[in-house]
């Protein structure tokens, strides 16, 4: 929160924000600049399943260091983690349940579209 | 309180211009935890087609190309760089025009994005027939993927699509932006407007980041 205070001699307020260095926020710009380069050059590099894990964890590294830092989280409690935390939080809901049954249940592919599910399923049903 | 002395852009609901400030600031944080879950429900599905056909998506993902979704990473950062200094630049009491030059780069840069979208991007896919629509066929190297291919490009324009629609609604914003700075509005005590937008335009930029890693580089 922006710390607030009255002046008694003038009787006009004050808004003290904090105010970001050039140089915090050209360090991050470079950070993320290079981060991006990283996420480039290991996505060319075979790791298997870990390519995606790898590529997540640098996109959140670099989610993290914009909402910190250019969006201001860092300086501003209060409400607006409240906020930030309650989105995630829903978010997390949304794609945990989800996947919860999506992953565990057993597919069946049918290449040829939906319509050819029809007779396999009806010759299952019947005979 | 007497009128004139007031400070330039407070409104009379407000007990303290630092009120105003907080509320503007924890409505645009709201409005930004909806988009949030909104653009959240398309990366759950992204997830979860690609956990069912993760061949088609390696097949679709090459049919984009990286160079492009690097380099409009890149363009998007500078965006969000120049986007905060302009921020700084009224929070510190500079002259309107450093803040109205920090705003056209801001803008000039989203306009860089959305021209190699369009321009190199989409129309490619249009002509190549990968865009979802009339003339959006099989390719014959895709073989029995080709329908789960298709939706990952369907992904692929609807999350680029929403997300540029986000880009030019930001432009929008900082038009708006420029204008009031070029009328004296902004000062070290009044800049919330600039302030808000910002955390509008540094959420795109964040979609962005995801979308990169997600649709382009699939490579293995």
Sequence with gaps: MASHSQDPAHGHQQVEEHIVPVSTYLS???????????TTWIAFQDLGNWNVVVALTIAVCKATLVVLFFMHV????????????????????????????????HWEIYPQAWTGMIVPVMRHLLF | ??????????????????????????????????????????????????????????L????????????????????????????????????????????????????????LKFRFEWYHDYLEHTMPGFGFFYRPEWGTHAPQVQMFMCFYFFMTGLHALHMIVGIGV???????????????????????????????????????????????
């Design chain 2, 174 to 220: 900082l038009l708006v932006l420029t204008w009031m700075a070029s009328r004296g509005r902004f000062t070290s005590q009044y800049f919330a407007p600039l302030e808000i937008s910002g955390l509008y335009w540094h959420f795109v930029d964040i979609v962005w980041i995801f979308l990169f890693p997600l649709l382009y580089l699939i490579r293995y």
């Design chain 2, 1 to 58: 309180m007497v009128h004139g002395e007031n400070p330039t852009g407070f409104a009379h609901q407000f007990e303290t211009l630092e009120q105003q400030h907080d509320a503007g600031r924890l409505g645009m944080w709201i409005f930004l935890a909806t988009e949030i879950l909104f653009f959240g429900g398309m990366f759950m599905s992204y997830t979860v087609y690609r956990s069912l056909h993760p061949q088609a998506f390696l």
């Design chain 2, 60 to 115: 679709g993902s090459h049919i984009l190309e990286v160079k492009f979704g690097a380099i409009n990473t890149a363009v998007l950062i500078c965006s969000s760089f120049t986007m905060a200094m302009s921020i700084r630049s009224a929070q510190t009491g500079k002259k309107k025009g450093t803040i109205i030059g920090w705003l056209i780069l801001t803008m000039l840069l989203g306009a860089t994005f959305l021209f």
């Design chain 1, 74 to 105: 860092k300086y501003n409690k209060g409400l607006t983690r409240v906020v930030l935390i309650g989105a995630l939080f829903w978010l997390g809901i949304m794609i945990t349940f989800t996947l919860s049954d999506e992953l565990t249940r």
């Design chain 1, 28 to 38: 991050i710009f470079v950070a993320l600049l290079i981060a991006t380069a990283l």
